[in-house]
């Protein structure tokens, strides 16, 4: 049985930023704020998105909206149903 993935403590603010506002879009500047107020690097924030849906992905579904920010849902039972009969 594989053994779960652990989020770094910056994934687990990302991933709690993006819940407060599941379902609606959460520009790119308001989460690097939230998650890094004292500052990032340009290009941290997709990287971590990255590794984030690689951690979460069975759980959440992370959407980019190109230059905007990005939207983030749990993945409910049905959605999973829909993915297997489109097979």
């Known amino acids: 049985m594989p053994r779960p993935k652990t989020l770094t403590p910056t994934e687990q603010r ?7 506002w599941e379902g609606q879009l959460v520009p790119r500047r308001a989460l690097e704020l939230e998650v890094w107020p004292e500052g990032t690097q340009k290009g941290s924030l997709p990287f971590y998105i990255m590794r984030l849906r690689r951690k979460v992905g069975n759980r959440y579904w992370i959407e980019t909206r190109h230059r905007l920010g990005y939207i983030c849902r749990q993945r409910r039972i049905e959605d999973t149903c829909i993915e297997w009969s489109a097979l």
Not at 14 to 20: N, P
């Open 14 to 20: 990302l991933l709690d930023h993006l819940m407060v």
